[in-house]
């Protein structure tokens, strides 16, 4: 992601006779994600806690802005745009949820960092260094000035820099015009997809299974069993399953197996999780979303969803279900293409089914 936004920042600089004033980043090391409980499915009562540790690190992210940005926002309040909120992670191995901040300018401009850990685990020292790691990126944005990360550019190709050219120009065409808050909300939202592509793309390059290294002694067990399930992999499912794994096992937000093999449109593991007994009306703790709210509002590969969509239909999900925006899984299907339809109309026909 950050290679995309590297890239992006240069296309943006080489379209303006402004020299680059952005001074070198200073060198950040994050600490870990903190240990994580495992709790139950989800709690309304939460909602509020979530909406109150973002609260917080706005606050913090306001308090830590460069003198000259805070001087700003006190001559104008709302000259800059401050924005936190968590992002679901759909690799098993990694945070299952990091907290992006975005911080957006009045005059369009935008930085953003993120943090390895759910926003109630937040603290402030590692809201500074958050910040710290994108100080200088504030300073240009400020300034209006342009700027670039201190990492080379990707070597693309030409169809790789036509490809960047073009949606460089597609993101300025469509936010130019848009407020602070909508620009905020688009750019967190693109850079989900971003990062999600930017995801399959290394593991496409990433070496073979058979030279991958062994996960660490500490990992736990049950994760294992996530793993599969994004693999598709239905042989370790099974060594899973006998070795008296649980086919429901959440991880601390919820997230089953059964959750991820959705999300990935991994029919042959959801199948062999179904086939276990997993729970396939689930509701993890982020969003009260169930594997039919993931498999709709996933962007993974179209056949395979929908292929798990109508296995989870035929093994019992629940179409009526809703998430903690009250939508129903069919409410949560993206685009109008004709895979989308076909997605959107076989969860709302089993959601009319269900309710009469």
Known sequence: MRAIRAALSQNR?????????????????RRPPAPRALTGMF??????????????????ARDLLPDTVKAAIRAVPDTVLINAREVQCGDPNCSPVDVAIAIVFKNGRRAMCGIPMGMSEVRQEDVALCINEI?????ACHADIPWTETRPRPRLTQQGDRALEAIARAITENVVNLDARDVAGVCTMAIELLEQ??????????????????????LDPSTKLLAAAQRDDVNAIKACISEGLDPSYGNSLGQTALHIAAMWGNANALDALIAAGANVNAQNQLSAASPLHITASSIKAAPGRLACAARLLEAG???????QDGD????????????????????QTAFERASR
């Open 13 to 29: 600089a080489n379209q303006t006779d402004r020299p680059d004033q952005g001074a070198a980043r200073k060198s950040i090391v």
């Open 43 to 60: 709690d309304p009562s939460k909602i509020g806690q979530r909406q109150n540790a973002s609260a917080r690190v706005v606050a913090w």
């Open 135 to 139: 100080h200088d990126e504030l300073l």
């Open 197 to 218: 592509l930017e995801d399959d793309a290394a593991r496409s390059l990433a070496p073979p299974p058979f030279q991958a290294r062994p996960p660490p002694p500490s």
């Open 317 to 323: 999900a629940d179409a009526r279900l809703l998430d």
């Open 328 to 347: 129903a899984p069919y409410e949560k299907v993206l685009g109008g293409d004709d895979f989308a339809r076909e997605l959107r109309a076989l969860l």
